[in-house]
């Protein structure tokens, strides 16, 4: 039976945020090879092929089954996808050098407006959350197991939701109720439980947001691939080679943020040894990174596409290794 949708605003067309700012970033030389961690709908990955020269290359990643077959439709000998999160393009590429790697970081909009795959609380469809459908546990299943503590720690940590120890409560009672009544089964059971837990909320703003970006972090493990992603990338990338991310809320930033300046910006107190010694800056760990630059939509784009709003671009160069040049002082 398909899902019952809930009234509504006409479901939109995915639109690539920041597309000509992330490619104009991303791809320095025509002839490399780079990496779209997040294929999505394509949108990027399109634009960066557009660049390229006969020798280039792409290697995209999505976890993503709809986003596997759209990339299907490409028929360009210079484009491959494969099927996995970006965390995993360590492995995937092992050995390989790459000129840049992007990662448009979120959900797409065809993702949101799918009432099947259970990702927002304005369309009734089953509790799944799963960006790979093929694997995994869904919302529903894990939140008819865990225990109080876990999730208010998940509502609490993924979404900085304020009232995720009520709604925690409110969620292992529910499950007392007898035969189906307990079972949170539909994106309307836990948005309207969670309407009645949480009892004041910024203006204009859905009581269930909060709730559901974190179960979607946690069921996703987005941070923590986001951290090994990040990491990989590093790995990755050639001398003068570009990373280029697109965060849509404060935890993914914060991540991107700190990885970025600490190979931008390393700190003698890293190491206890040089913490102790009087260095000259000569002396010191030096830089692996270049900040590039941050860039958020402009005003037309946020205008034309509201999902844009929250977004950040951070862009980082990877430089040559340096030695320190010599010892402490006497």
Do not use: C
Request: aromatic letters at 6%; charged letters at 25%; hydrophobic letters at 45%.
């Amino acid at each position: 039976m398909e899902p019952t949708r809930t009234p509504g605003p006409t479901p939109l067309r995915h639109r690539t945020v920041l597309l000509d700012e992330a490619v104009d970033a991303l791809v320095w030389r025509p002839d490399g090879v780079y990496v779209d961690g997040t294929f999505g709908r394509g949108g990027h990955s399109r634009a960066v092929l557009a660049r390229l020269g006969p020798e280039g290359a792409l290697v995209a990643f999505d976890k993503d089954p709809a986003a596997i077959a759209e990339a299907g439709t490409i028929k360009d000998a210079r484009f491959s996808i494969e099927h996995a999160s970006f965390a995993a393009m360590g492995e995937r590429l092992a050995g390989a050098k790459v000129a840049g790697v992007l990662l448009d970081l979120g959900i797409s909009s065809p993702q949101i407006d799918d009432a099947a795959r259970g990702f927002s609380f304005r369309f009734e469809g089953p509790l799944d959350m799963r960006m790979d459908t093929t694997r995994g546990i869904t919302a529903a299943e894990w939140l008819a197991q865990a225990d109080e503590q876990d999730i208010a720690r998940v509502i609490r940590d993924y979404g900085e939701e304020r009232f995720a120890v009520q709604i925690a409560k409110a969620i292992v009672a529910r499950r007392s109720e007898p035969g189906d009544g307990g079972r949170l089964a539909t994106t309307a059971d836990l948005a309207a439980l969670v309407a009645k837990a949480v009892k004041t909320r910024e203006k204009g703003q859905d009581p269930a947001t909060r709730t559901f970006q974190a179960l979607r972090i946690f069921i996703n493990q987005e941070l923590a691939d986001l951290e090994s992603g990040l990491s990989a990338a590093y790995d990755l990338l050639e001398v003068g080679g570009r990373l280029v991310v697109i965060s849509f809320h404060s935890l993914e930033d914060r991540i991107v943020k700190r990885f970025m300046q600490a190979h931008a910006r390393p700190q003698q107190d890293a190491d206890p040894a040089l913490r102790r010694a009087p260095l000259r800056a000569a002396d010191l760990p030096q830089p692996t990174m270049k900040l590039l630059g941050r860039v958020k939509p402009g005003p037309q784009e946020t205008a034309d596409n509201p999902r844009a709003r929250s977004a950040v671009m951070r862009i980082a160069e990877k430089l040559a290794p340096v030695a320190p040049q010599g010892g402490a002082r006497a």
